[in-house]
Each structure stands twice: as structure tokens, then as C-alpha cells.
């Protein structure tokens, strides 16, 4: 019995996803404690702004990781080609073959010579906006020079980060999903030990940001050796080769630039908010907000994890256009995605200062309670217009490429004139009222169009559907 428990948690991309985030929340509790008990406001500031710098870094790959997962999804599912656009999607029938295994190398072909590039447009990105970005607290530190150490193997890791993107994608994008998990679980669980083990020995940033940069080229080396051996498992070998496969090029260039600068606008009006509150001159007041939105944040990436894990199956049903599958799989998951996101919002707000008094971070707390419920409001927001976008993602159209790159556009103008002016309540008022204007609405409509789903039949099944499906899980679990 044991054995089969087992077996059924280690073969399962859900739960190992679950066991994946609680030893991410476990790194939250201990680790972050560690840092907010040891690192004074500005080191504080300047440890989430790497973080945050690492994603802009990324931004050079604007999404294409996304539409390779997608392809690679689409290919899996024996779909002889790509569709360039929605009118494309609608006319290519259904597809439910065995894997096209030459369609997949040939992505991956076609996709290693823009990496390459892609890897040097990275570092060019943070070593010149980046260093502009973070000069208000290279200058609050006295040109720290473990601060500049930190930042060159920041730049490395994000470097290495992008070129495992491409093969990632080809792992989950091909089913592979609980061996990842597992993979990630082990790293996370070792990240915890190993960054108490230099925390408690007051080894700084720069030491944090080494050990990270050796765990990504872990990752790496992982990942790539993996999907070569999942090809050969089925007598597929890779070569070195660097051609471009010119249909696939265009199938994916006909997304990518799209949802590249969308990816461009979603960063500015989500993660620019944190770069543009670097200006702020109280470091105090600096170290608060970006403590807070983190943690909410980290709410948000556990609460979206039970539709996120099922993305590769959803565009397996999308390219298949199975519909009524779709709907019936995706809707409980929402549901379970927005009760943990209120859950975590509600306790953290009521608990938080509590937790920081508990843990001796005195100089630390939440922002204001006003603050604090306009950067939940976005966060709920955006946790379900990311669902919907994604999905929508599969037409490999983006008709919301031009709301997102305006809305990105005038967070950066409003937001720079705003925070002298209005504080910190001004500068998450205007991220929230640009979004509300259009980004949070648009994607959930058009991926409702997509699938057929009225508003009214959507909003039942997910508000009294979704509880009514767990609820018959776990009472079929306890009689087992």
C-alpha cells in the first residue's frame, strides 16, 4: 500500500508540483526569515532587486520559451505543423496522433542559433539599464564592492537561465513534468540548507548570489542531458546542428515578437513597479513594500501552481479542440487557485507584523493596510488574467499585444511622476487603475470566446462547480 502511495506521488506532476512548493515556502520561512533578521534595509532592497533584474535580464527572451512549450505541446500531440495565427488554429482539424518526434528536433534546430543571441542580448540588457536601475542604492552602500561581485554573477546566472529555458520547454512541453518537479524539489530542498549554512556564518549577498549561479548550471547541465536521453528513448538522436527550419521559424516568429513585447509590457506594469520604487530615497520605506510585494507574490506563484502544472495537458485538449474537456478540467482548478489566494492574502495581512515581531526583525513590517489591499486586488487580478491569456496563447495570436505595451508604456511615464508626488499609495493606485482598465478584462474575454463559455456558465462552474469537485475528491480519497 505504501508503495503504490508512493509511486502515485512520485509519477505525479500535481502533487510533485505541491511537494515542489511547500519546500519553496519552507525556503520562505526559514531562509527569508534569516536574510530579514541579518541583512539591514539596503542589503535587504538590494537582494530583492537582483532577483527582480534577473527577470528583467530575461525579458531578451520575451516569451519564446513560452511559445516553444506550446509547439513542443502541439507537436507531442501529433500535430504535423504550427498554426501562424487564430484563423490558422481554426482551420487545421484536430489532430491525435502518435508524437511527431520530427517536428520536435527540428524546434529545437531551429530554435538553438536565436538562443545563442539571445544569451548576449541578456548581458548587454543588465550591464547597462541594470546598472542605471540600481545606481540610487549602489550610491546608499558607498559603491559596495560585494555589492558589484553580486551583481556580475547575477548576470551569469540569468545568462545560463536562458539557455535552459529553451530546453525546459522542450521537457514540459513533451510531458516530462513530474521529473522536473521531482528535480526541483531536491535543488529547493539543498538552496535551503546550503543558504542557512552561509546566512549563519555571515557570508553576504555575494556568496548567495554565487551559490545560485552554481545551481542554475546544475540545472542546466540536468535539463539538457535529460531531454537528450528522453529523444534517444525513443531511437531520436541529436546533433549539434544550428539549421532553421523555416515553417517552424515562422510559426513562431508570427507569436513571438507579439508576445514578446507583451511579455515587455506585462514586466513593466508587474515587476517595474519594484524598479521604479528602487528611486525611493527611505530605504526603510523601500525595504517594507518590496518585502510585502514579494510575499504576496510568493502567494500568487503557490496559488497558481494547480492550473500552471496542467498547462502542457490544456494545450494538448486546446490543439485537439476538445472543448468540453477543457472546461470541465480547468474549472476546479481555478477555483482552487483563487480560494489558496485569498486564503494566503487574508493571513498574511492579519499575521505578518506579527511574524516579523516574532522573528526579531524589528526594522522590518508591512506596508499600510491601504497599500497592502491594492497590491492584493492586483495580484488576484492578474492571477486569473494570466490563466486566461495562456491559455488564449495556443491560437498563437496576441490581440492583446497593444493594450499591454501601452498600459506597460504609461505605468513606467505615470508611475516615475506619480511616486514623488503621491508616495508609495500613488504609485500601486496608478499599476492597479491602468491594469483594471483593460489587461485584466480583455485576455478572460477572448479565451471565454475561444472556448465557448458564457460568462454566467463560466463564473457557475468555477464558483460552485469548483467546490463541488474537490469536495467529491476527497470523500472518494477517505473511503480509499
Same mark, same amino acid.
Given at each position: 500500500?505504501?508503495?503504490?502511495?508512493?509511486?502515485?506521488?512520485?509519477?505525479?506532476?500535481?502533487?510533485?508540483?505541491? !511537494?515542489?512548493?511547500?519546500?519553496?515556502?519552507?525556503? +520562505?520561512?526559514?531562509?527569508?526569515?534569516?536574510?530579514?533578521?541579518?541583512?539591514? #534595509?539596503?542589503?535587504?532592497?538590494?537582494?530583492?532587486?537582483?532577483?527582480?533584474? @534577473?527577470?528583467?535580464?530575461?525579458?531578451?527572451?520575451?516569451?519564446?520559451? &513560452?511559445?516553444?512549450?506550446? %509547439?513542443?505541446?502541439?507537436?507531442?500531440?501529433?500535430?504535423?505543423?504550427?498554426?501562424?495565427?487564430?484563423?490558422?488554429?481554426?482551420?487545421?482539424?484536430?489532430?491525435?496522433?502518435?508524437?511527431?518526434?520530427?517536428?520536435?528536433?527540428?524546434?529545437?534546430? @531551429?530554435?538553438?542559433?536565436?538562443?545563442?543571441?539571445?544569451?548576449?542580448?541578456?548581458?548587454?540588457?543588465?550591464?547597462?539599464? +541594470?546598472?542605471?536601475?540600481?545606481?540610487?542604492?549602489?550610491?546608499?552602500?558607498?559603491?559596495?564592492?560585494?555589492?558589484?561581485?553580486?551583481?556580475?554573477?547575477? !548576470?551569469?546566472?540569468?545568462?545560463?537561465?536562458?539557455?535552459?529555458?529553451?530546453?525546459?520547454?522542450?521537457?514540459?512541453?513533451?510531458?516530462?513534468?513530474?521529473?522536473?518537479?521531482?528535480?526541483? @524539489?531536491?535543488?529547493?530542498? !539543498?538552496?535551503?540548507?546550503?543558504?542557512?549554512?552561509?546566512?549563519? #556564518?555571515?557570508?553576504?549577498?555575494?556568496?548567495?548570489?554565487?551559490?545560485?549561479?552554481?545551481?542554475?548550471?546544475? @540545472?542546466?547541465?540536468?535539463?539538457?542531458?535529460?531531454?537528450?536521453?528522453?529523444?534517444? *528513448?525513443?531511437?531520436?538522436?541529436?546533433?549539434?546542428?544550428? *539549421?532553421?527550419?523555416? %515553417?517552424?521559424?515562422?510559426?513562431?516568429?508570427?507569436? $513571438?515578437?507579439?508576445?514578446?513585447? #507583451?511579455?515587455?509590457?506585462?514586466?513593466?506594469?508587474?515587476?517595474?513597479?519594484?524598479?521604479?520604487?528602487?528611486?525611493?530615497?527611505?530605504?526603510?520605506?523601500?525595504?517594507?513594500?518590496?518585502?510585502?510585494?514579494?510575499?504576496?507574490?510568493?502567494?500568487?506563484?503557490?496559488?497558481? $501552481?494547480?492550473?500552471?502544472?496542467?498547462?502542457?495537458?490544456? &494545450?494538448?485538449?486546446?490543439?485537439?479542440?476538445?472543448?468540453?474537456?477543457?472546461?470541465?478540467? $480547468?474549472?476546479?482548478?481555478?477555483?482552487?487557485?483563487?480560494?489558496?489566494?485569498?486564503?494566503?492574502?487574508?493571513?498574511?495581512?492579519?499575521?505578518?507584523?506579527?511574524?516579523?515581531?516574532?522573528?526579531?526583525?524589528?526594522?522590518?513590517?508591512?506596508?499600510?493596510?491601504?497599500?497592502?489591499?491594492?497590491?492584493?486586488?492586483?495580484?488576484?487580478?492578474?492571477?486569473?488574467?494570466?490563466?486566461?491569456?495562456?491559455?488564449?496563447?495556443?491560437?498563437?495570436?496576441?490581440?492583446?499585444?497593444?493594450?499591454?505595451?501601452?498600459?506597460?508604456?504609461?505605468?513606467?511615464?505615470?508611475?516615475?511622476? %506619480?511616486?514623488?508626488?503621491?508616495?508609495?499609495?500613488?504609485?500601486?493606485?496608478?499599476?492597479?487603475?491602468?491594469?483594471?482598465?483593460?489587461?485584466?478584462?480583455?485576455?478572460?474575454?477572448? $479565451?471565454?470566446?475561444?472556448?465557448?463559455?458564457?460568462?454566467?456558465?463560466?463564473?457557475?462552474?468555477?464558483?460552485?462547480?469548483?467546490?463541488?469537485?474537490?469536495?467529491?475528491?476527497?470523500?472518494?480519497?477517505?473511503?480509499?
Amino acid at each position: 500500500m505504501f508503495r503504490k502511495v508512493f509511486n502515485t506521488i512520485y509519477n505525479s506532476p500535481t502533487l510533485m508540483n505541491w !511537494i515542489n512548493q511547500f519546500s519553496v515556502f519552507f525556503h +520562505g520561512i526559514f531562509v527569508t526569515s534569516l536574510i530579514l533578521i541579518k541583512f539591514p #534595509n539596503i542589503e535587504y532592497s538590494f537582494w530583492m532587486l537582483l532577483k527582480t533584474l @534577473t527577470y528583467f535580464g530575461l525579458l531578451a527572451e520575451s516569451g519564446l520559451g &513560452y511559445t516553444i512549450e506550446r %509547439a513542443a505541446s502541439t507537436f507531442y500531440a501529433g500535430a504535423s505543423r504550427i498554426p501562424a495565427n487564430a484563423r490558422e488554429y481554426h482551420e487545421i482539424r484536430p489532430e491525435s496522433g502518435n508524437p511527431n518526434f520530427e517536428g520536435l528536433k527540428e524546434l529545437l534546430y @531551429t530554435t538553438k542559433f536565436v538562443y545563442a543571441v539571445l544569451s548576449l542580448v541578456t548581458m548587454l540588457i543588465l550591464s547597462s539599464a +541594470g546598472i542605471a536601475i540600481l545606481w540610487n542604492l549602489f550610491k546608499q552602500s558607498h559603491q559596495n564592492m560585494e555589492f558589484w561581485a553580486a551583481y556580475l554573477f547575477m !548576470i551569469l546566472q540569468a545568462s545560463v537561465s536562458l539557455q535552459t529555458i529553451k530546453w525546459r520547454s522542450l521537457m514540459t512541453g513533451t510531458q516530462n513534468l513530474s521529473q522536473l518537479y521531482r528535480f526541483n @524539489t531536491l535543488l529547493g530542498v !539543498i538552496r535551503i540548507f546550503g543558504f542557512l549554512v552561509l546566512l549563519m #556564518n555571515n557570508l553576504g549577498i555575494v556568496y548567495l548570489m554565487a551559490y545560485s549561479f552554481i545551481e542554475q548550471v546544475v @540545472t542546466y547541465i540536468y535539463i539538457r542531458k535529460f531531454v537528450t536521453k528522453w529523444f534517444a *528513448r525513443f531511437d531520436v538522436h541529436l546533433s549539434n546542428s544550428y *539549421r532553421i527550419n523555416k %515553417a517552424i521559424f515562422n510559426s513562431l516568429w508570427s507569436v $513571438s515578437w507579439k508576445s514578446g513585447l #507583451n511579455t515587455w509590457g506585462y514586466f513593466f506594469t508587474s515587476k517595474g513597479i519594484e524598479m521604479i520604487a528602487s528611486q525611493i530615497k527611505d530605504s526603510a520605506l523601500m525595504a517594507s513594500y518590496l518585502f510585502t510585494n514579494s510575499i504576496i507574490g510568493f502567494i500568487k506563484n503557490i496559488a497558481q $501552481s494547480p492550473v500552471s502544472v496542467r498547462y502542457p495537458y490544456f &494545450y494538448k485538449l486546446l490543439a485537439k479542440k476538445d472543448f468540453v474537456q477543457m472546461k470541465t478540467e $480547468s474549472a476546479p482548478r481555478i477555483f482552487l487557485a483563487n480560494f489558496l489566494m485569498f486564503s494566503g492574502v487574508i493571513g498574511f495581512g492579519l499575521l505578518g507584523n506579527w511574524f516579523l515581531d516574532f522573528i526579531h526583525a524589528e526594522d522590518k513590517s508591512l506596508v499600510p493596510m491601504s497599500i497592502y489591499a491594492i497590491i492584493s486586488c492586483f495580484l488576484i487580478f492578474e492571477l486569473n488574467s494570466l490563466f486566461h491569456g495562456t491559455f488564449y496563447l495556443t491560437t498563437n495570436d496576441v490581440p492583446f499585444l497593444i493594450p499591454g505595451m501601452i498600459t506597460g508604456i504609461l505605468m513606467v511615464i505615470i508611475g516615475m511622476w %506619480a511616486l514623488p508626488r503621491y508616495g508609495l499609495l500613488g504609485l500601486v493606485s496608478v499599476q492597479l487603475s491602468l491594469n483594471l482598465a483593460c489587461n485584466f478584462w480583455y485576455s478572460t474575454y477572448l $479565451s471565454l470566446k475561444l472556448l465557448k463559455w458564457p460568462l454566467k456558465s463560466y463564473i457557475y462552474d468555477v464558483v460552485v462547480g469548483g467546490p463541488k469537485y474537490w469536495t467529491r475528491r476527497i470523500v472518494n480519497m477517505t473511503k480509499h
